[in-house]
């Protein structure tokens, strides 16, 4: 496959719409599945466990996030903070506590971020918004032992955002100890030319500014402490997999702890709705990753 600069329009909207590369069920339905899935587990989720719902972080109608507890919360314990996909302009933290009951179960706290979605919430907002819920977080619950963030699609480049955040506008630097990566988009140089623009009305400075690959900081003592995760997933488009190797082989070149996984038999979709799962080989790695540091 070329560079993305040599496709037409047709095949660059081909390659950056994730549905049609499911080999499960059509574009259309993959996508509703997607939302029934997840909301369904949120709920699911929501009924059995110990929960704070729509804390705000700030004044904005979005900045509002949701907390699942481990049953024991009175000693300090690692959060795993969520973040959505949706290309920035669908989906919420309503559908984001799928995976609680699978960590919760291992006495991980469990956070699903909201974030003002397009056409309200527009690029540099979202980044400032995910940036701030966890600085939120930080000074508001002290018994916060390691946090380790994860983003899906959109949510993916979201979190990576937050690995080149200077802190010290912030007045907080959040232990992050790990940042598991699914499935995302870390160049949004291409997304310019397709559909996804469309709400997100990004200029071209816009993008390059909240490029992750273009903003891969050094790993300096904090960051070295940080393991990150790039998942893959097998039936992602080429150009989705393309940026994940090429994130990863920068994060690593900056001396970042990274490791690349290529997961088998899952596309862009069932690659994180399987986190709800305590066996899925993606749910075990995480807890892996917790349990080491």
């Not at 047709?10 to 390659?15: G, T």
């Not at 049953?71 to 309503?94: A, M, N, R």
């Not at 992050?176 to 559909?195: C, F, K, Q």
């Not at 998942?231 to 690349?260: I, K, N, T």
Request: glycine share 6%.
């Amino acid at each position: 496959m070329g560079r993305w600069q040599d496709m037409d329009l047709e095949e660059l909207e081909e390659q950056y719409s994730p549905s049609r590369w499911s080999r499960r069920m059509d574009s259309e339905s993959v996508i509703q599945a997607h939302i029934d899935v997840t909301t369904a587990g949120t709920q699911k989720a929501q009924a059995a466990a110990h929960t704070l719902l729509h804390v705000p972080y700030g004044d904005g109608e979005g900045e509002k996030l949701d907390i699942y507890f481990p049953v024991d919360s009175s000693e300090t314990f690692p959060v795993f903070v969520y973040i959505h996909g949706g290309y920035w302009q669908c989906l919420s933290k309503d559908a984001s506590g799928f995976s609680a009951p699978a960590l919760l179960s291992q006495g991980v706290a469990v956070v699903a971020l909201g974030y003002d979605i397009a056409p309200k919430g527009h690029m540099d907002a979202m980044v400032l918004q995910v940036r701030r819920s966890l600085a939120f977080l930080v000074k508001q619950y002290h018994r916060i032992r390691g946090i380790y963030l994860c983003g899906h699609s959109a949510g993916a480049h979201l979190a990576a955002m937050v690995l080149s955040t200077d802190w010290t506008e912030f007045g907080v630097v959040p232990d992050i100890r790990g940042a598991v990566l699914v499935s995302g988009v870390y160049d949004l140089e291409p997304l310019l030319h397709t559909y996804v623009n469309d709400a997100l009305n990004m200029s071209l400075e816009v993008a390059q500014r909240n490029s992750p690959i273009l903003c891969v900081t050094q790993a300096v003592p904090v960051a070295a402490s940080c393991e990150v995760l790039v998942a893959v997933a097998q039936h992602d488009s080429p150009e989705f997999r393309r940026q994940s190797q090429e994130y990863s082989q920068a994060l690593r070149s900056a001396g970042w702890s990274v490791s690349l996984l290529d997961l088998a038999s899952v596309d862009h979709f069932d690659i994180i709705e399987k986190l709800s799962e305590e066996t899925y080989v993606l749910t075990q790695v995480i807890l892996n990753m917790i349990a080491r540091s």
